[in-house]
Nanobody
Framework: QVQLVESGGGLVQPGGSLRLSCAVSGSIFSINRMGWYRQAPGKQRELVASITSGGSTNYADSVKGRFTISRDNAKNTVYLQMNSLKPEDTAVYYC?????????WGQGTQVTVSS
C-alpha cells in the first residue's frame, strides 16, 4: 500500500517562509512526476509546482520566484520551499505523485498566511 505523508504546514506571517515535505512509502517501483497542489476555500484545486524524475520543474505563475520544488529520489520525498508568503497562499496543500498505471494523493496540510 502506498502512503504519502505531508508535513511542514502551519501558520506564518506575510513575508515568512515554510518548507513542506511529502514522504512516500510503500511498494513503488519508480515515481515519475511529483507535484504540489493547493485548494483554498471555495476554489478549485490548482497546481502549484511539479518536478519530473529528471529534475525538470514547472510552476504556477503566482508562485514563480517565491516557491522552489525539489525532490530526493533516494528518500522518495518531495519538498516545497515557500518564501515571501502572501495571504493569498493560504490553502490546503496536497502532494501528488505519478507512477506507472496511476497516481496517488496525500492527505493535505494546511498553510495559513496571516498577521
Amino acid at each position: 500500500q502506498v502512503q504519502l505523508v505531508e508535513s511542514g504546514g502551519g501558520l506564518v506571517q506575510p513575508g515568512g517562509s515554510l518548507r513542506l515535505s511529502c514522504a512516500v512509502s510503500g511498494s513503488i517501483f519508480s515515481i515519475n512526476r511529483m507535484g504540489w497542489y493547493r485548494q483554498a476555500p471555495g476554489k478549485q484545486r490548482e497546481l502549484v509546482a511539479s518536478i519530473t524524475s529528471g529534475g525538470s520543474t514547472n510552476y504556477a505563475d503566482s508562485v514563480k520566484g517565491r516557491f522552489t520544488i525539489s525532490r530526493d529520489n533516494a528518500k522518495n520525498t518531495v519538498y516545497l520551499q515557500m518564501n515571501s508568503l502572501k495571504p493569498e497562499d493560504t490553502a490546503v496543500y496536497y502532494c501528488k505523485i505519478g507512477v506507472v498505471g496511476g497516481f496517488y494523493w496525500g492527505q493535505g496540510t494546511q498553510v495559513t498566511v496571516s498577521s
